[in-house]
T-cell receptor, first 116, second 115 residues
Framework: EPEVTQTPSHQVTQMGQEVILRCVPISNHLYFYWYRQILGQKVEFLVSFYNNEISEKSEIFDDQFSVERPDGSNFTLKIRSTKLEDSAMYFC??????????????FGPGTRLTVL | AQKITQTQPGMFVQEKEAVTLDCTYD???????LFWYKQPSSGEMIFLIYQGSYDEQNATEGRYSLNFQKARKSANLVISASQLGDSAMYFC????????????FGTGTRLTVIP
């Protein structure tokens, strides 16, 4: 069964460093998403991406964040200068373009980012 | 105001019993969708069940059913015949609007199944 994959599973970085989190969405999916979950808290939407551009973003997704689909398979989230509060689990999700419900998003296993 | 409210931080259920996890939502849109996801200790998010706002029947998927009460804006998850493997965090989420992209999640309920 096709699935969303994410690498690395765990990333440790120093405050102020740049990190790139990688995702390979399901191959025929056209909408891509990043969410984050700070430890013990709820999952929060960061950004959605369609047709090679951002379609929606939350207030969390400030200028420190960027997304890119550098080729036909990868979808990346870059944090330019990490802060301690960026420590969280980052989930990538994708969905097939559908004109009807359920608009189900398939989630990857997550990347745990630890900023020291 | 919170779009999704889960008032039960933790729940316990005896193995083989049924359990209801509560979820209420807040939206003024007529078209929306409600989802439940399971998050085991390994961390991944597993889709369980979906209910569209225009669906007249409650959604069911195996041992999972969604008790959708539109007037009360509630979308409770019912797990029948609980198994030890059901122990996990459960998140209710909402897609708001017909073409909306992002999901709003609740704070989750930690379910523990007791042998």
């Amino acid at each position: 069964e096709p699935e969303v994959t994410q690498t690395p599973s765990h990333q440790v970085t120093q405050m102020g460093q740049e990190v790139i989190l990688r995702c390979v969405p399901i191959s025929n999916h056209l909408y891509f998403y990043w969410y984050r979950q700070i430890l013990g808290q709820k999952v929060e939407f960061l950004v959605s991406f369609y047709n090679n551009e951002i379609s929606e973003k939350s207030e969390i997704f400030d200028d420190q964040f960027s997304v890119e689909r550098p080729d036909g398979s990868n979808f990346t989230l870059k944090i330019r200068s990490t802060k301690l509060e960026d420590s969280a689990m980052y989930f990538c999700a994708s969905r097939f373009l559908s004109t009807g419900d359920p608009f189900e998003q398939f989630f990857g296993p997550g990347t745990r980012l630890t900023v020291l | 105001a919170q779009k999704i409210t889960q008032t039960q931080p933790g729940m316990f259920v005896q193995e083989k019993e049924a359990v209801t996890l509560d979820c209420t939502y807040d939206t003024s849109d007529q078209s929306y969708g409600l989802f439940w996801y399971k998050q085991p200790s390994s961390g991944e998010m597993i889709f369980l069940i979906y209910q569209g706002s225009y669906d007249e029947q409650n959604a069911t998927e195996g041992r999972y059913s969604l008790n959708f009460q539109k007037a009360r804006k509630s979308a409770n998850l019912v797990i029948s015949a609980s198994q030890l493997g059901d122990s996990a965090m459960y998140f209710c989420a909402m897609r708001e609007g017909p073409g909306a992209n992002n999901l709003f999640f609740g704070t989750g309920t930690r379910l523990t199944v007791i042998p």
